[in-house]
């Protein structure tokens, strides 16, 4: 597994070479938006100095980059080390922890900028897609399989041994979960492209088993985050808003964005911040949760900058 896993590594890594093309190389640009500028740089670059906050984004195999937040400005990128990153998620210290999907060892916690990591979670041999950070109690909980199902392993303050909960079989995995601010946890679990199902997971706060939530119509979505009082659930060029009441989901609102992604994040409840266009090559921000034509884009950095995976904003910790 191991083989396989460097072998597929390498000819990401050989096709991302061949790429033509300046470093700096600008996506679509509409004329009408703020479009902030960034220089095309190399791996491992950082500006130095203390930071507000961070805006970070993923891109395969391994690259982490940094914006400051709302600005637009660039701030640095980095190598995470995990194969394949494609999870970020933030504490309320500004914390950033890093999961990948082909690392099958560990988690990378960082610091509010910093590109190095500052902690090493085990990950007990499984592969990872996503994870969230419970605000009540520090708790770090990640999205995983093991080849044969689909586990939320839940670290105590985001460290030591986890415990595994099983998320229900469905006819889809688990994507991307996140905790409100009870403490309860939600996954979601909608099916692929050609399932009608779309489910959403709930672990109760305190609880040891996931109970299934059945939707009043049929959406399908990528990333959750809870805001203050739903459930923003992220669809291709619409956020959905969802209440959950008892062992249903309910859809009581929709916010379109044009040429938006269905992986998205949503900042103090007023800013959309999803990868811009098909080519995902570019951020854009929209107005929450009016929607409609992009307000920022932010530009493509460099030639890795593509195929964006994760999008999260990390709050300085004294804000």
Known sequence: MNLIRIARALAYLLGVLTITGCASAPGVTPSSPHTAA???VGRGHRASGSYG??????????WIYMFEY?????????????????????????DVYVVGYEDYTTILK?????????????????????CAVDPTTGNLAVYATPGDGEVIAIYPQGSGTPTFYTVPDTLAPALYCTYDDS????????????SPTFEIAELPAGGSTFSILKPNRHIRIETLQWLPSYLAAAGKGVIYHLVVSGSSVRVIGETKAK??????????????????GDARTELGYWDYPKGGKVTKIIQRVNKYFRDLKSVVVSTAESR
């Open 38 to 40: 960034a220089p095309g």
């Open 259 to 276: 040429q938006a992604r269905d992986i998205a994040w949503i900042q103090d409840s007023d800013v959309l911040i999803t990868p811009y």
């Open 53 to 62: 906050d961070l805006l970070y984004v993923s891109a395969p195999p391994d």
């Open 183 to 194: 403490g309860n946890l939600f996954a979601d679990i909608t099916g692929y492209k050609n």
């Open 70 to 94: 709302p600005s637009g400005t660039f701030v640095g990128d980095f190598v995470a080390k995990v194969v394949y990153v494609s999870g970020l998620c933030t504490d309320t210290s500004g």
């Open 110 to 130: 960082y610091a509010h900028g910093a590109t190095e990591p500052t902690s090493t979670i085990n990950l007990y041999g499984y592969d990872a897609r996503s």
